[in-house]
């Protein structure tokens, strides 16, 4: 009978007995700040940005996620958030669940205590994240030239606990986003009522949230305007 010999570090996680290649991540950066967006803004929050992204969105302002990134396993990363004291905690990339252990790793989150949310493009299914979970979903528009990947069945799967948030870039996208709020049956509950926040962003230095507003207001939209309060505080900065 051949000897049986203990795992090692490069087959094994130290202490989990799981093959390390099902419990670990790729890890762009993890970092405490303010919470710039959607329902948890102003919050202080520990981010952990997950590398890679199968998306090219023209406006993309985590290009540097996009390779990269060191492996880290899930109950490592966990500590790595709990050192930081903070309540809430944003998964987030690059497109978080493009690997996928995102979601075991969104699960030990929540196991752990935190307030959880995913920010995700809506071009991969999120519809397996778990329940306590917020999903934050950046359905693209036109002028993010990846419309065309949009899972509508991320949108029809979404709860008052989630919010759709659409960037715009120009009148155009607005006039589709508008359309979207308007018509798109996956956005409305049987009641007919919007099952979710919706957060129209004007789109970094491409379009003025005063303009955005301004177009809202004149359509009665029952939207609500997201302007990136991590830029207003600090710029266009990695990392904060």
Not at 50 to 78: K, M, N, Q, S
Not at 91 to 108: I, K
């Amino acid at each position: 009978m051949p000897p049986v010999h203990a795992p090692t570090r490069q087959t094994r996680e130290r202490g989990t007995g799981v093959p390390e290649q099902k419990n670990r991540l790729k890890i762009t950066e993890i970092f405490h700040s303010i919470q710039g967006e959607a329902q948890f803004s102003g919050w202080p929050t520990v981010f952990v940005r997950l590398t890679g992204c199968p998306l090219r969105c023209r406006y993309c302002d985590t290009a540097y996620a996009f390779g990269g990134g060191e492996w880290r396993g899930i109950g490592e990363i966990v500590s790595e958030v709990a050192r930081y004291n903070a309540r809430h905690v944003c998964v987030t990339g690059g497109e978080p669940l493009a690997q996928p252990r995102c979601e075991s790793l969104l699960a030990a989150l929540c196991d752990a205590g935190f307030d959880v949310c995913l920010e995700t493009s809506g071009a991969i299914d999120a519809t397996g994240v778990d329940r306590r979970v917020s999903r934050i979903v950046d359905i693209k528009t036109p002028g993010s030239g990846e419309c065309g990947r949009n899972l509508w069945d991320n949108v029809a799967a979404l709860n008052e606990r989630d919010a759709l948030k659409l960037v715009i870039c120009d009148r155009a996208d607005y006039e589709w986003a508008r359309t979207v709020v308007q018509q798109r049956a996956e956005l409305r509950r049987a009641d007919g009522e919007l099952r979710c926040t919706v957060l129209f962003s004007p789109s970094y230095e491409q379009l003025g949230a005063g303009a955005l507003a301004d177009w809202i207001l004149e359509d009665g939209l029952p939207v609500r305007l997201q302007v990136q309060l991590h830029k207003v505080l600090w710029g266009d900065v990695p990392g904060r």
